[in-house]
């Protein structure tokens, strides 16, 4: 992705004008630049630290992953691996990928099920395929099922948890 994606992607995101977004892509490019070059170490909670070192006279910048962001890489790597090892089809990729987005723990709400209609909707697939995949995904255990009066209602299983409750 190079700038103009991620400040369209912003922009998207967060239902802005994309002048808006560049402003803000540039106020925390210009912020982290400034921070580096002042001989700074920068560490955003979250998503890791910057800083500048120095080996053999050259100046190497140095990244280092935070927590939150080591999560989100594992949680992408236990995604990966799961649909190449099991041999998932597409629509039960698309909802694996669907629900860990879907659970992420937000401020705002703790999501613990979701309806399989929604999902359906969202990922653009016809109802019946998604619940043939859910079920599939079930038998398998990478989902869980609740009925709550709703027969489609899924979560995540709990050893998913520690992906974002850690």
């Known amino acids: ?41 920068l560490q955003i909670k979250g998503f890791g630290s910057f800083e500048v070192t120095k080996h053999n006279n050259l100046f190497e910048l140095v990244f280092k992953a935070g927590k939150t962001f080591n999560q989100i890489i594992n949680k992408i790597d236990i995604i990966d691996e799961l649909s190449n090892s099991k041999g998932f089809t597409k629509v039960e990729v698309e909802i694996i990928r669907y629900a860990f987005e879907y659970f992420r723990p937000r401020e705002e709400e703790v999501r613990n099920t979701l309806d399989i209609e929604l999902i359906a909707d969202d990922i653009g697939y016809e109802f019946e395929e998604v619940d043939a995949a859910c079920e599939n995904l079930i038998d398998l255990r990478v989902l869980t099922s609740f009925d709550f009066g709703k027969p489609c209602t899924i979560s995540l299983p709990k050893r998913f948890y520690k992906f974002y409750h850690s």
């Open 1 to 41: 992705m190079n700038k103009a994606e991620l400040i369209k992607n912003i922009a998207n995101q967060n239902k802005i004008a994309l002048n808006e977004a560049e402003i803000m892509v540039n106020a925390v490019t210009e912020g982290i630049m400034t921070s580096l070059i002042e001989n700074e170490k």
